[in-house]
């Protein structure tokens, strides 16, 4: 879920007079190891630092192994991205017919899941392996703006010579990432292609605002979907004693009796019908119901709580943290403010307070109503791992942090300063 303003200047290509001469010179003095007198954007000049670590060759084919069509035919199936599918067509699709370019659209990992648009500009990009089931990650392809908006995590135009590989110096793309209203996960990237000439500066700006009208519908949709549970929760909680609660299958609440309501229950990745320790409500019994979960808790003392945490920062696009307690291991998905958090604090076994926080994660102390937000639905979603006054890790809490074998992958979509730091290997984080 998107919680920050956009601002398109700040992603956006240079201005629209700025030549493909000069964006060429850019580039080939660039990998020659040369000094531009006109730097890359940072968006981009980052981006080139990592294909180049990647061992993408800028003279490469930008072809890949498609997807066999089962499992393309998987992939689109068990989106939710394809619930939104007429708002991308209507948003975008017939837009970019009219402006001679396609409208692509990927799952996380940057395999194209659905393409639409010009008939002619269609035909082009099968020469280029723009098409169902290729891949488009900034491993595969180099910098482009559906793998780079995959890295860098927030909207991004690519114009001609930003492109790293020299075959798509004759195109320009714009896109933006669509992310799961229900738990923060990434579903994909929606993306407008065409040939250079078709460029506009305000495309990004559209595709951005497209992909928050996607999250919009599938937010309004799970709204819905929780109302619809309720009415089928509420005549089960009439008959039941004892503390219990009706949560969706992203641990969402939609009834509660006998105890506070909460906003939603963090569920592990793998929940079954049975007894469970849920670091919110302590030992509970699970039943499936139709759209969601019975929770009936049956010991709410705390003596299932956590005694390890591994949080694992290896994989750039899916931070996760696994907590080990008496009752067994639970692993939770992080969102990506959730996981600078839980890093920083890892960096900082002896706590910090909100103030040095927002120096940490913002470069500002008085952004300190931010970060009390944030920790605040941290703690609720993992009670008894955090201390406040300061904001540490409880003391009988063993951390162990996973990270990525190239310090550089740390994280990629933080501006954290304590992250950045850590990514350029600055000796000790700031704040200290």
């Known amino acids: 879920m998107k919680t920050t303003s956009f601002n398109p200047v700040r992603f956006a290509p240079p201005d629209a007079s700025e030549t493909v001469r000069r964006l060429q010179e850019t580039w080939a003095a660039t990998l020659r190891g040369e000094r531009s007198p006109i730097a890359p954007r940072p968006v981009i000049g980052q981006s080139w630092q990592r294909v180049k670590r990647f061992g993408v060759d800028p003279e490469q084919s930008t072809d890949s192994e498609l997807l066999q069509t089962d499992e393309l035919e998987h ?40 393409r639409e648009g010009n008939a002619g500009v269609l035909r082009r990009a099968d020469t280029i392996c723009l098409e169902e089931g290729a891949a488009w990650s900034e491993d595969t392809t180099g910098t482009n703006a559906i793998g780079t908006a995959l890295t860098a995590g927030t909207p991004v135009q ?56 996607a999250e919009s519908e599938l937010r309004s949709r799970h709204l819905t979907g929780i109302e619809r549970l309720r009415a089928v929760a509420a005549p089960i909680l009439c008959r039941l004693g004892g503390k219990a609660l009706v949560v969706d299958t992203n641990g969402w609440l939609a009834a509660v009796t006998g105890m506070p309501p909460v906003d939603r229950v963090a569920l592990p990745s793998s929940l079954g019908a049975g007894p469970i320790w849920l670091p919110a409500l302590g030992t509970c019994v699970a039943e499936p119901m139709p759209g969601g979960w019975l929770l009936r808790v049956t010991e709410t003392e705390t003596s299932g709580c956590a005694s390890r945490v591994v949080l694992d920062l290896t994989e750039p696009r899916r931070p996760c943290a696994t907590i080990t307690g008496a009752a067994g291991s639970w692993a939770q998905d992080l969102t990506p403010r959730h996981a600078e958090l839980l890093y920083v604090l890892a960096v900082h076994r002896h706590g910090r307070s909100a103030a040095q926080l927002a120096v940490d994660l913002f470069d ?7 970060v009390r937000a944030e920790l605040s639905r941290l703690r609720r979603r993992l009670t008894g791992l955090l201390d406040h006054r300061p904001y540490r890790y409880r003391e009988e809490v063993d951390i162990e942090v996973l990270l990525p074998n190239d310090p550089l992958d740390l994280l990629p979509h933080s501006t954290a300063p304590t992250v950045v730091a850590a990514r350029s290997g600055t000796a000790g984080p700031p704040g200290v």
Do not use: K
Request: hydrophobic share 40%; charged share 20%.
């Open 75 to 114: 992939r689109r199936t068990s989106t939710a991205l394809a619930d939104v599918m007429p708002v991308l067509s209507g948003g975008l699709g017939s837009v970019a017919d009219a402006s001679l370019q396609i409208m692509v659209v990927t799952d996380p990992e940057g395999r194209v899941l659905w």
């Open 158 to 213: 690519v114009h001609s010579a930003e492109h790293f590989v020299r075959t798509l110096h004759d195109w320009t793309c714009a896109a933006a990432p669509v992310h799961d209203p229900r738990d923060g996960r990434l579903l994909g990237i929606i993306d407008v292609s065409g040939p250079d000439s078709t460029f506009h500066p305000a495309t990004l700006a559209l595709v951005d605002s497209v992909s928050r009208l």
């Open 364 to 370: 500002d102390p008085t952004r300190t109503v931010t």
